[in-house]
């Protein structure tokens, strides 16, 4: 598994990823840049192995019924965001990073591993129906990690991973954190895929995404 803080990649890089080898919880690699995060996940996959992807960034969006008072609800809060929405200013910016640094990361991940099937819906993945798994960390609040040695980006990064594998090592199945309910959920992870070629069942553009809500973890100094 590999799990991504989105941030600019300009110098001093703000994007961090840490790698998993699931059940154990500490990171086997971590890095800063894009490129040797999808060539840590490619290495994952070999030999028809599965995986998961992280990313800390909003990753679906309520779309309330397009009837005639359906527009109030435009922007509101996801079900379990509380006090820090995807609309709001921090969610926002990093949605929009988010989309197209996923949208390179897994074009890149497209031409590293050929026929690769992905999906957004965990109960798929753990049936075996697909190799990777999309899935949204949502590191804020009191989930926010003490920093690292590398920085908070990196303890933001690990602290999601450990999350998943926390939840992965339990073995029953993922349930969301947050969800669109009771608005349509609009899957930008499954619409990032599709856009970038990868084999995803295009039904998952109306599911929710899985949201793994990082609870207050210690960190390794």
């Known amino acids: 598994m590999v799990a991504v803080d989105i941030g600019s990649v300009k ?98 991940l497209a031409v590293a591993t050929p026929d690769l099937t992905v999906t957004t819906q965990p109960g798929r993945w753990q049936a075996g129906r697909a190799r990777l798994l999309l899935a949204e960390a949502f590191v804020s609040g009191a989930g926010k990690p003490v920093p690292v040695v590398a920085g908070q980006h990196a303890a933001d990064a690990k602290a999601a991973g450990r999350a998943l594998v926390e939840r992965l090592r339990d073995g029953g199945p993922l349930a969301s954190d947050v969800r669109c309910a009771p608005h349509n959920p609009l899957n930008l992870l499954a619409a990032t895929a599709l856009w970038a070629g990868l084999a995803l069942n295009p039904d998952e553009l109306h599911n929710d995404v899985l949201v793994v809500r990082v609870k207050p973890i210690p960190a390794h100094l």
């Open 11 to 108: 110098a001093p890089s703000k994007f961090a990823w840490a790698a998993f080898d699931v059940p154990v919880q500490d990171s086997i690699a971590e890095g800063e840049d894009p490129s040797s995060a999808m060539e840590r996940l490619a290495a994952g996959l070999a030999d028809d192995r599965q995986a998961v992807l992280l990313l800390e960034s909003p990753m679906s969006v309520p779309v309330p019924d397009a009837d005639d008072t359906g527009w109030h609800w435009l922007g509101k809060a996801r079900e379990g965001e509380g006090n820090r929405p995807w609309s709001a200013g921090a969610g926002a910016g990093v949605l929009a990073t988010g989309l197209a640094q996923a949208a390179w990361m897994l074009s890149r």
